[in-house]
């Protein structure tokens, strides 16, 4: 549920429908299956498996499209039988490929699949080939025209990513996968135009080092860890990343492995930042949470450490908190002094987060550039209330601020909103922009 609030009250919105089938003059021409058959192929191919197959029995105009159409084919959409629907849909479709996500089924069978003819020219393939499987050769085939391509419970030795090239690949997933460092880096240079590289739950590697002249977003998720996230004893962890030269590079995202160390050396365009968490202790002191380096600039955890330089790239950051904590916040802020929006995910708020006298030079000297910020899981204490009503009263940029509760109601929100003094802040001049509110049921 989605509850929109302004200052003067609820928003209202003039809505005009269209009866579906009909033009506005009230006719009842079927326009789309004029179309092309080129088009209504590009159309069919952007449906789920099933949905695609039944557009079948639309009419005689659409019977043979689906066949001819630029194959999408998922696993996950077809069910418990999916392993003899993919063979039979391989064996009649005429081809070209688009996608292909692969989950099950044996050796052999995955080898045939992919060895397909229908799969020619394949520009999206999503395989998970099983634990400490190698990457089959089948699978590289397509190294020539993939677009999109995620790797899933594979073994990456160096003699199967050695000789590769990409041209054309713009994103690089690998999940749950055992690489070596070498093959890593072999990997991420032999796709000179890549721009989007996620990788998670995988180990073999220690290090990551990013030298790309195209990449735009990384995230790095739990690499040394299962999929339930406990720590994989016995194997090579990701410790560090090193953003080396990246001058496309916006968004840096994931960033919640234990103990690693990420280093911004060259991302002059860097926008998007998160999420940072809270310091974490392994129950005998020592600090198990990710440092970030900007230059002299550490920040360790959530805490800043050496503000020698500011970023002024980074507009967008998320942060992980066990305390809300507007100091820690405050902090950030100066070291990102040009952000606009702040997504905070929190649980427990015994901060009493009071700052009027603590922080009243601040006020003074300080510009907050914040237009956006999301609390998540807001339940309306006191200490929630000073923290966001520190921004309400403060932020003169600020537009929006977004509560996401378990429960929202016309009550509880009605109190929320008085809390917050939507009064003082339009006491403080009509220059200030509108501010709205948001209430997200989880």
Known sequence: ME????????????????SPGKDEDGGGVDRISALPDAVLGEIITLLPTKDGGRTRILASRWRHLWRSAPLN???RDLGQLAGVLVSRILSSHQGPGRRFCITQGSTTTMDAWLRSAALDNLQELDVWYGPHRPLPASTL??????????????????TTVQPLHFPLLKQLGIEHASVSEHSLHNLIASCPILECFFIKYSVGFSSIRINSPSIESIAVSRCGADG?????????????????????????????????????VSAPKLDTLGFLSE????????????RLVFGSTAIQGLRVYGLAMVVRTVKVLAIRVETLNLDVVIELMRCFPCLEKLYIQGWSTTEK????RKHRELIK????????????????????????TFFVLNAKSLELMIFEVNSANEEFISKAQKKLQLDNRASRGLLLPDLHFQWLTL
């Open 3 to 18: 509850i929109e609030m302004e200052a003067g009250g609820p928003s209202s919105k003039r809505r005009r429908s269209v």
């Open 73 to 75: 084919l998922q696993c």
């Open 141 to 158: 085939r397509f190294s020539a025209t993939l677009r999109v391509f995620t790797i899933g419970g594979c073994d990456l030795s160096n």
């Open 228 to 264: 339930s996230g406990f720590h994989l004893v016995g194997q090579i962890h990701l410790h560090e990343l090193i953003i080396e030269n990246a001058p496309c590079l916006e968004t840096l995202l994931d960033l919640c492995n234990k103990c690693l160390h990420v280093s911004v």
């Open 279 to 290: 310091q974490l202790s392994d129950g005998m002191g020592m600090d198990l949470s990710t």
């Open 353 to 356: 987060n009071l700052w009027r």
């Open 365 to 388: 000297c300080f510009d907050i550039c914040l237009k956006t910020i999301v609390i998540s899981t807001y339940i309306g204490l006191w200490s929630e209330v000073n923290f966001a």
